[in-house]
């Protein structure tokens, strides 16, 4: 092992690096990314120096307490994870204490930060928590909502706990713990805040619960998913606030669509019957496009009820119906008691059966203004899915204003966007000609890395759309059964354009990568 940096560092060397350009402030994650060196500077004299060493090759990076260098608290909360962990360690190897359900016992009621079933756990002093796993898992929480992550997976290995965020659609690794037993209790003290059974490993399971954090609640959703390592859990957080801040309204505007996309959604969304569907895969902002629209068409003057799993933004005004399976109380069966509820608006959080889809479809048949998601790739398979689910096509295309299909793609970085001429790699998979890098072709951006950006490259996501409005010739062949690439030809002369070309555009723009359109848009 190698000795101990000795400190303090020189204070030459400490303003050479802050002035490296290539040395930007690190961000909390970056700080996850890299690879701590505690051989050289050990996690005690770390956290007593309030600073840290990592491993990249064989270069060593000194990260201090220091704006330039790095956010105080970013650091601290880092310091903090990784004495959690080390506390966790400690505690493994220590004789096994008494176990009740898989769960350890020894952490008494009403200790800050735990909670026992049903309860809402607050994340405010974190470092207090009695049990090293309950500090490991209220500190992964804690990091991912002050970092606006979307999901948290806590995934077992054969090596114990890899610990990764979705940020702005990707997954990134941030951490995790050695040995299968860390990995079992931080599974197990998930479900006992979901009240799940703990004791079942074999099957998935579905729940949810609370947590609090600088006096507002945000609600989590967990899937426990069964492994050949044990098991997988993932956490999706639903924060009404990070869709809108507190007195304000949610706006199409703030999503990031086409001037012109946002023109022919208004049109469809201000149609007084018929129904409205949004379509993309989990996580495309479905709902949220949804929500936008409810608040724009929301005068006062209409009764205005949603069925949602879960309500995850509450709107004024707004009857909002969660869905409770256990209860009984489905998207059908609370469709049909909202139908006698006197609707003039109604917003269904997924069509995902046959029984919900054909009660929409009679809704929006009898003068009803219906909102809805359902799965589908693009705008024309929303058909095919319909089709699937057993709908009539003449009651389906006679009900159907028009379809959005969304997708997000990552925006360039503003504060590290740079000009770029694209990579013939780049334009090959997009089906490019050497052409269309030309500068009169657009002017393509990539981001270089920064601390805005945690090195990425990208910050923060835009919506794209592929937009068909029914007319009575699309209406016709629909009904027909027509070839899809009949359908499609008359789509495309009315003006649609698809999730592909849309996203092309913006990369023209400057504002998203080509690697991006790529990632997320496929040519059909």
Known sequence: MNAPLPFPLSATLAADLLRDPDFPPATLLQLHRLTPAFDRLPLAEAQ???????????RLIAVFDDPLAADPADLGSWLSRQA???????????????????????NPRGTSGTAER???????????????????VNSTIHDALKLGVSDIHFEATPAGLDIRYRIDGVLEKVGGAVGREIAEQAISRLKVLAELDIAERRVPQDGRFPVRLAGRR?????????????????????DKRRLVPDGESLRLEGLGFAAADLARMRALASQPYGMLLVTGPTGSGKTTTLYGVL???????????????????????????????????TFARGLRSILRHDPDKIMIGEIRDAETAEIAVQSALTGHLVLSTVHANHVFDVFSRFAHMGIDPYSLTSALNGVWAQRLLRSVCPQCAEPVTPSSRALAALNLSAEAAHPDMGNFRQGRGCGECRGTGYRGRRAVAEILALDDRLRTLIAQRAPLAEIKAEAYRQGTRSLRDAALQLAREGLTTLEEVARVTLQH
């Open 48 to 58: 007593a120096r309030r600073c840290a060493l990592f491993r990249d090759g064989q």
């Open 84 to 106: 959690h962990s080390v506390s966790a360690l400690a505690t493994l190897a220590q004789p096994a204490p008494q176990k009740v359900g898989g769960v350890t016992e020894g």
């Open 118 to 136: 049903g309860e809402e756990v607050s994340l405010a002093r974190i470092g207090q928590d009695a049990s090293p796993v309950v500090r490991l």
């Open 218 to 238: 945000i609600d989590l959703r967990l899937s426990i998913m069964p492994s050949i390592h044990g098991e997988d859990a993932v956490l999706r957080i639903l």
């Open 295 to 329: 608040s724009e068409i929301h005068d006062g003057r209409d009764k205005i009820v949603t069925i949602e799993d879960p309500v995850e933004y509450e709107l004024a005004g707004v009857l909002q119906i969660p869905v409770n399976d256990k209860k009984g109380l």
